[in-house]
């Protein structure tokens, strides 16, 4: 089982940024695809950003061009931490960010996680 947590979440106004990260322990294959999901209040949980086994990015459209995921690999222990940088933020960002792991190739739109981390609260005010 793999274990995540997420930092980094926050408030923030319209137009500002937030980097948020996901500190992934555990058994992680190397075929695995991670990425960053949000739920708004009442709405369903959806994809935003995802990086295959590969490095290969994909984007939930609403989020193109302002946000970017990345992950680092430690050369000292193997530890793997996922990155979200979010720009331009709109209060539409608001909502609770979750990491999630898949095993496979899978894009922000396809993932259906194995394993979530707990989440962490990002609000944006206009």
């Known amino acids: 089982q793999v274990h995540l947590v997420e930092s980094g979440g926050g408030s923030v106004q319209a137009g500002g940024s937030l980097r948020l990260s996901c500190a992934a322990s555990g058994y992680i294959h190397s075929d695995d695809s991670l990425g960053w999901f949000r739920q708004g209040s009442g709405k369903e949980r959806e994809g935003v950003a995802a990086i295959d086994d590969r490095g290969t990015t994909s984007y939930a459209d609403s989020v193109k061009g302002r946000f970017t995921i990345s992950k680092d690999i430690s050369k000292a222990n193997g530890k793997i931490t996922l990155y979200l940088e979010m720009n331009s933020l709109k209060p539409a960002d608001t909502g609770v960010y979750y990491c999630?792991?898949?095993?496979?190739?899978?894009?922000?739109?396809?993932?259906?996680?194995?394993?979530w981390g707990q989440g962490t609260q990002v609000t944006v005010s206009s």
């Open positions: 999630g792991i898949e095993r496979g190739t899978w894009t922000a739109t396809t993932m259906t996680p194995d394993d």
